[in-house]
């Protein structure tokens, strides 16, 4: 028996650890999970070098992930979802965006810090 995709919740991204290094892994499998969540893509398919247009997510979606990344990171994304698009063309794009905002909002988290 299949679960109902409306009775899926977002998986719980990996956890971060803000370690020289790793720091984008982790991001990259955390993104990797929201995307497959919400998308259903196969996991190949969602290298940083993909183009969200290639894997069809349009401007809509774009904004639909930020609102997961927001719950699964602990951050709040800025209303400038437009200009946003433009720049993220890339799963990369979107990982990169995503450390950039846990890195402004939770400086206690920056890469060093961490607990080995």
Do not use: C, W
């Amino acid at each position: 028996m299949s679960e109902h995709p409306a009775s899926r919740l977002l998986p719980e991204p990996e956890p971060i650890e803000f370690s020289p290094g790793e720091t984008s892994m982790t991001t990259l499998q955390s993104v990797q999970a929201l995307l497959n969540a919400n998308f259903d893509l196969a996991p190949e398919a969602l290298q940083p070098e993909a183009k969200l247009a290639d894997l069809a997510i349009d401007s809509l979606a774009v904004i639909e992930v930020l609102f997961a990344v927001e719950d699964a990171f602990k951050v709040k994304v800025p209303s400038e979802p437009a200009a946003l698009h433009f720049q993220m063309t890339t799963v990369g794009d979107l990982v990169a965006y995503v450390e950039t905002l846990v890195a402004e909002q939770h400086p206690a988290m920056a890469p060093g810090e961490a607990t080995p």
